[in-house]
């Protein structure tokens, strides 16, 4: 199965400020998915098909990449986008997920 | 508005059995395929189950394979998840997930499965 490694594990931003996190796959992927989730909630779709942003998704938010290697960016840090990233794959079974990116408010 | 709510959590024991529930309103449930996705409480995010949209089709991995059937009933719109010989490292919160062009578009609020004796 596809292994995502989410890098880094945990991470903090002041406000306005620009955060990368990534997601490396074991093997190459055709797109990458991306779900936020805070405390006692469900995740929530945030980025699919690597770069178009769910429903609702400030436009501060952009995804990239290709191959093995994605990107989550947050142009200006804002405080409610504190939260835990996960990156999902399903170009080849079983669907898989990363360990998580979380990020503080700084 | 797409709405997914589980139930049927509990406490059981290991070597236990329980059924899991997923009442699905807000779209055409019968068009697409549902997954249930569990969250283990290091908040580790895994798939266990899928079922195509008429429910002929079932995939799992190999951690639950044997142990776990996903079946639904598209008359009354409900996903469900029976799961056998529990174990400690099924504990975990099981969403039901509705999947669509290769990701789950929509979580339900989950319910919690405690494997424990």
């Known amino acids: 199965q596809i292994v995502l490694t989410q890098s880094p594990a945990l991470m903090s931003a002041s406000p306005g400020e620009k955060v990368t996190m990534t997601c490396s796959a074991s093997s190459s992927v055709s797109y990458m998915y991306w779900y936020q989730q805070k405390p006692r909630s469900s995740p929530k779709p945030w980025i699919y098909?690597?770069?178009n942003l769910a429903s609702g998704v400030p436009a501060r938010f952009s995804g990239s990449g290709s191959g093995t290697s994605y990107s989550l960016t947050i142009s200006s840090m804002e405080a409610e986008d504190a939260a835990t990233y996960y990156c999902?794959?399903?170009?080849?079974?079983?669907?898989?997920f990363g360990a998580g990116t979380k990020l503080e408010l700084k | 508005e797409v709405q997914l709510v589980e139930s049927g959590g509990g406490l059981v024991k290991p070597g236990g059995s329980l059924k899991l529930s997923c009442a699905a309103s807000g779209f055409t449930f019968s068009s697409y395929a549902m997954s249930w996705v569990r969250q283990s409480p290091e908040k580790r995010l895994e798939w266990v189950a899928e079922i195509s949209s008429g429910g002929s089709y079932t995939y799992y991995p190999d951690t639950v394979t044997g142990r776990f059937t996903i079946s639904r009933d598209n008359a009354k719109n409900t996903l469900y998840l029976e799961m056998s010989s529990l174990r400690s490292e099924d504990t975990a919160m099981y969403y039901c997930a509705r999947a669509s062009s290769g990701y789950f578009d929509y979580w339900g609020q989950g319910t919690t499965l405690t494997v424990s004796s």
């Open positions: 999902q794959q399903w170009s080849s079974n079983p669907p898989t």
């Open positions: 098909l690597t770069s």
